[in-house]
């Protein structure tokens, strides 16, 4: 598949599940929503090239989103909707976007590779708009001090966005392409 297929399908995926995500939990359904996306996950991990490097930057982020995302509960900055019963300080569909967002940084967000400064400059904005999204869609609720919920969010996704820049090119990130798969991939290589 060509490199910009690959990116526009690659972003194609993440929105899907990240609508998945914060759709389901808003909605009442959060693990059928992450049940969902983690499937969009999984397409991606059949297509990439280097599935084992995909899976390891995948997990990283979300340890990484554990960290961010209970501290910025934990400092009342917002607060995540859950399932019912489900037992972990977050819900599941943020462990999912977390997972989710780490497929970009080979395929859509490719270009960053490298600009740190600029990757914070889009974490410092693009951050607190993905969680101001999901907040309207009602997947989750801010903190009573939007200024201090908005600084928060902005600082730390100015940080976070380049240290998983840096880190997927040290995990040995390229440009990410994804496979063909399908009748033609399959005739070429029986030789027709």
């Keep these: 598949m060509s490199a910009l297929a ?4 690659n972003l194609l995926l993440y929105q ?10 808003a909605w009442g359904y959060p ?7 983690l499937l969009l996950v999984i397409v991606h991990l059949l297509l990439a090239e280097s599935p084992r490097l995909e899976l390891k930057l995948m997990v990283i982020a979300c340890l990484l989103g554990v960290v961010v995302d209970s501290l910025q509960q934990a400092l009342g900055v917002l ?13 599941l569909w943020v462990f999912v976007i977390w997972a989710q967002f780490a497929t ?11 600009r740190y400064l600029l990757g914070a400059l889009c974490g ?8 101001f999204g999901g907040g309207k869609l009602g997947a989750a609720e801010f903190g009573g001090n939007l200024l201090f919920s908005f600084t ?28 063909r798969f399908g009748i033609r991939a399959a005739g070429r290589k029986a030789g027709r």
């Design 6 to 9: 690959s990116k526009l399908l």
């Design 16 to 25: 899907l599940g990240w609508f998945c995500c914060v759709l389901g939990a």
């Design 31 to 37: 693990l059928t929503g992450a049940g969902l996306a």
């Design 79 to 91: 607060t995540f909707k859950t399932a019912p019963g489900w037992s972990l300080w977050l819900p």
């Design 104 to 114: 970009l940084f080979h395929y859509a967000l490719a270009w960053l590779s490298g």
């Design 124 to 131: 410092l904005l693009g951050g607190p708009l993905a969680y």
């Design 152 to 179: 928060s969010l902005a600082l730390v996704w100015a940080a976070t966005v380049p240290l998983l820049l840096w880190l997927s090119r040290r995990l040995g990130g390229r440009e990410g392409r994804y496979r």
